[in-house]
């Protein structure tokens, strides 16, 4: 059985008087904020050596909190009746579009409400080749990233599907918002990626389990008046939180993505910092998906006409100010 996993967080000034059970959900959105809340009644979050019991409790700035998040018990995973864009499916395999917020597959404080719940119910048939809870998941999209994934309906299929991606035959795209000017037209980011040392909830480049990651970019726009960069970006691997780790180790977090590094004072207008606050998740979209079917061989290349609300509104107001 797995142990219980300890994190440690220390308060930053942006969360100064916050509930207890809104800074958890917010630096470490894995988890539900009322799965905090239930973990902060159960005596899971301390300071120092002292139980924080109460989710309403106001967190001050230094503070150092430590969550014990036990091991999680066996999920009952019922299908659900959840709205689900479909862009191409057979027997085999379907491509789908995950919206932001959605979390990938059940876990303690997730159990309902996620694609995989999402996906029992649109398909007669799912590959529970890994188990219910992650049926049909080949790869994943962070809770707060949206765009297409490629989802397996038959056991041949996932297991074909995860050579693909093992061997990085799957040509992924995105774009991004990131703050600063970005100065190369065209770059490669090339710094491994693992757990982080200094903050275990965080992926991070110095590691001792690091992997080698490479991320390459395009410039697409620059808004220097809001001290903004829209960037087209191919994944030539796939750890976790790649592209926000890169961008961030390369001085270009991505807008709202607080868990790393973005801050609202780094915008230049007062504009910029309106659309942020519309922005309810980090400025990134998977948008285009491309592989070879592993039983037929046909080309698959599906991209998205449109970004997700509001990201696309975002982008038409900051192109009309001057």
Sequence with gaps: MRESEILEFEVDKEFEGKRLDQFLASVYP??????????????????????????????????????????????????????????YEDEDLAVIYKPPHMVVHPSPGHTSGTLVNALLYHFKNVSQFQGKERAGIVHRLDKETAGLMVVAKSEFAHKELQKLFQERKVNKKYKAIVVGLVK??????????????????????????????LTEYWVEKRWEKHNLTLVDIKLHTGRTHQIRV????????????????????????????????????HALVAYRLA?????????????????????EEIIKILNKEK
């Design 291 to 311: 592989f070879n079917h592993p039983r037929t061989g046909e080309k698959i290349d599906i991209s998205l006409e449109n970004l997700p609300e509001p990201l």
């Design 246 to 281: 890169h961008f961030s180790e390369l001085g270009h977090p991505l807008l709202n993505d607080k868990v790393y590094g973005f801050k609202k004072s780094q915008l230049e207008s007062e504009v910029a910092k309106e659309l942020s606050d519309k922005l309810d998740y």
């Design 30 to 87: 894995e988890y539900s904020r009322s799965y905090y809340q239930k973990l902060i009644k159960e005596g899971n979050v301390l300071e120092k050596e002292k139980n924080l019991k109460k989710p309403s409790f106001k967190v001050k700035s230094g503070q150092k909190i430590t969550l014990i998040i036990p091991p999680p018990k066996p999920l009952e995973v019922i299908p659900e009746n959840i709205p689900l864009k479909v862009f």
């Design 184 to 213: 190369k037209e065209h770059g490669f980011i090339d710094f491994p990626i693992g757990r982080s040392i200094y903050n275990r909830q965080k992926m991070g480049t110095v590691s001792t389990n690091a992997r080698d990651a």
